[in-house]
């Protein structure tokens, strides 16, 4: 049961004209943002976020920066990066995102590691990434998530559906990465 603001005050405030008048702005206004609290729980679900949400919700976990993605597009990977996230910087967790998007087998060949400093000759720094579909998603999407997935100083080799994806990659250094509309695909 709600309960107006005017009814909760001291009974001279409360017989006051211009004090009802001033109290029930405020329960207008608490009103709308009950009513929005109120649905939360539908917001927060993928499957019922408006299309709007769910793209906001990406961000979250730091796959949002393509404005270019399909609504459904955004729900698969919202979905899979959620489920992911704990993943998240290793071999297994790109290989789970990359294969729930493209619903293919994906190949990644990462001679990296960690060892003790003298054991191992320093590699190339360089990774191979093998999808075997596209999933329907665009050469531009899997450059721009791949630059943002791995390290700044990794070079990768990007192989979509048996054909080699060749970016034209900006010079990286430190935080920086291309934008989306800086590759092309």
Do not use: C
């Not at 049961?1 to 006051?16: E, G, I, K, N, T």
């Not at 608490?30 to 299309?51: Q, Y």
């Not at 060892?115 to 320093?122: H, M, Q, R, S």
């Amino acid at each position: 049961m709600r309960v107006h603001l005017a009814d909760q005050l001291p009974s001279v405030l409360a017989s006051d004209p211009f004090v009802r008048s001033l109290t029930s702005v405020f329960d207008h206004v608490n009103d709308s943002v009950l009513a929005h609290a109120d649905g939360i729980e539908w917001l927060a679900d993928i499957a019922l976020a408006p299309d709007d949400m769910v793209r906001w919700m990406t961000t979250w976990l730091g796959v949002g920066w393509d404005e270019a993605i399909l609504p459904a597009k955004a729900h698969t990977l919202l979905r899979s990066a959620g489920a992911t996230y704990a993943a998240r910087g290793t071999k297994r967790g790109l290989e789970r995102l990359l294969r729930d998007l493209v619903e293919a087998d994906v190949t990644i060949v990462d001679p990296g590691g960690a060892y003790p400093e003298g054991t191992v000759e320093p590699n190339d720094k360089s990774v191979g990434v093998v999808l075997g579909s596209s999933g329907g998603w665009s050469d531009r999407f899997f450059v721009a998530l791949l630059d943002h997935e791995l390290p700044a100083d990794v070079r990768y080799t990007l192989v979509v559906e048996k054909r080699t994806v060749v970016p034209d990659r900006l010079e990286r250094g430190g935080w920086h990465r291309p934008a989306p509309t800086d590759v092309e695909g």
